[in-house]
C-alpha cells in the first residue's frame, strides 16, 4: 500500500481546510485509516482513525467536533476535512494505513498503523 497525502496549506484561524490521501496498492478497502501530525514540540500525535468499512471513526479530543474523517473506497481516498481552524492545528499531517480489520477505536496510536504517505504541512495564522 502506497499513500500520497495533499491538500495542506496556509489559512487563517478559523478558516478550513481539507486533506486528501490518495491509496494504491492490493487490498487497500482492508485497511484502517488514520491521520497524524507532527510538530517539533509535541512529536506525532494520533488526529483521527476510520475502520476499513468508514462505519466507526475515532478522534482525538483536540479536534472532536472540528475535524472529520471520511473515506471513499471507490476512489481508494481517505479525507480530513478541518473546520474551524486554530494556531494549534499548525502541523505536517501525515495518513496511515493500518491493517487487521478492526473498529476505529483499536486504531489510536502510531504502532496500529503500518504503511505512512509523505507529509503535508498545514500552517493556521492567528
Known amino acids: 500500500v502506497q499513500l500520497q497525502a495533499s491538500g495542506g496549506g496556509l489559512v487563517q484561524a478559523g478558516g478550513s481546510l481539507r486533506l486528501e490521501c490518495a491509496a494504491s496498492g492490493r487490498g487497500f478497502s482492508a485497511y484502517a485509516l488514520g491521520w497524524f501530525r507532527q510538530t517539533s514540540e509535541k512529536g506525532r500525535e494520533h488526529v483521527a482513525s476510520?475502520?476499513?468499512?468508514?462505519?466507526?471513526?475515532l478522534y482525538a479530543d483536540s479536534v472532536k467536533g472540528r475535524f472529520t474523517i471520511s473515506r471513499d473506497v471507490a476512489n481508494n481516498t481517505v479525507y480530513l476535512q478541518m473546520d474551524s481552524l486554530m494556531p494549534d492545528d499548525t502541523a505536517v499531517y501525515y495518513c496511515?494505513?493500518?491493517?487487521?480489520?478492526?473498529?476505529?477505536?483499536?486504531?489510536?496510536?502510531?504502532?496500529?498503523?503500518?504503511?505512512w504517505g509523505q507529509g503535508t504541512q498545514v500552517t493556521v495564522s492567528s
Open positions: 496511515a494505513a493500518g491493517p487487521g480489520g478492526y473498529q476505529a477505536t483499536y486504531y489510536r496510536t502510531a504502532r496500529q498503523f503500518a504503511y
Open positions: 476510520i475502520s476499513w468499512s468508514g462505519g466507526t471513526t
